[in-house]
């Protein structure tokens, strides 16, 4: 079965500060992999996805993902960034014959201090 | 037009009543799924439909029964409510497990 961990419960970091979000997965086969995002009381957005291709993975709102198969990793990076980026964050594995069945993460919160 | 919605949005009931959640989409999707998030957000995997069949069936009290009368729509009722049923459920959608889901806005159930 696959599972996902991510680490990290909660990271502060500044305004226009780099962060990184860290993923690591188990599953038997190539996995497709996803980030959402969950402002509060919303649902969940897709930020970006990887299933085949360029390991690295541009998504929306100036985030990107590199996939290392390796390290079984799929962390999450944003340069610099802006307080509306204060959100919780899950990586999720795709499985099942059409990757139907996504597997969550426990999600890491991130709070952006002025 | 909103692409996945659920309806309530919020829900509050007594233990033992009986409720109904609904969830339509208008993307066209074959598949629908609810999710459960906890007070932890932790999420997992309720059931899934694809094209009106069940497909994923997880480790769910019978109380919990999905309905699917058409690709559009996938409703959820529950019976005899629990505090532990007390969470936000999602529905969702997809076109193939590739390109990730289509998620509500949520249904917060709260049981008293």
């Known amino acids: 079965a696959q599972s996902v961990t991510q680490p990290d419960i909660h990271i502060t970091v500044s305004e226009g500060a780099s962060l990184e979000l860290r993923c690591n997965y188990s599953?038997?086969?190539?996995?497709?992999l996803f980030w959402y995002v969950q402002s509060p009381g919303q649902g969940l957005q897709l930020l970006l996805k990887?299933?085949?291709?360029?390991?690295l993975v541009q998504g929306i709102k100036g985030f990107e993902a590199e996939f290392k198969r390796s390290q079984s990793s799929f962390n999450l990076r944003k340069p610099s960034v802006h307080w509306s980026d204060a959100a919780e964050y899950f990586c999720?594995?795709?499985?099942?014959?059409?990757?139907?069945?996504?597997?969550f993460g426990g999600g890491t919160r991130v709070l952006v201090k002025p | 037009d909103t692409a996945v919605s659920q309806t309530p949005k919020y829900l509050v009931t007594q233990m033992g009543n009986d409720k109904s959640i609904k969830c339509e989409q208008n993307?066209?999707?074959?598949?629908m799924y609810w999710y459960k998030q906890d007070s932890k957000k932790f999420l997992k995997i309720m059931f899934s439909?694809?094209?009106?069949?069940?497909?994923i069936n997880e480790t769910v009290p019978n109380r919990f029964s999905p309905k699917s009368p058409d690709k559009a729509h996938l409703n959820l009722h529950i019976n005899s409510l629990e505090l532990g049923d007390s969470a936000v459920y999602f529905c969702?959608?997809?076109?193939?497990?590739?390109?990730?889901?289509?998620f509500g806005s949520g249904t917060r159930l709260t049981v008293v």
């Open positions: 969702a959608s997809s076109q193939g497990g590739r390109w990730g889901y289509t």
């Open positions: 599953y038997g086969a190539t996995p497709y």
């Open positions: 990887y299933f085949s291709g360029d390991t």
């Open positions: 999720a594995v795709g499985a099942g014959a059409a990757g139907n069945k996504l597997t």
């Open positions: 993307l066209g999707h074959d598949t």
């Open positions: 439909y694809n094209n009106k069949e069940l497909i």
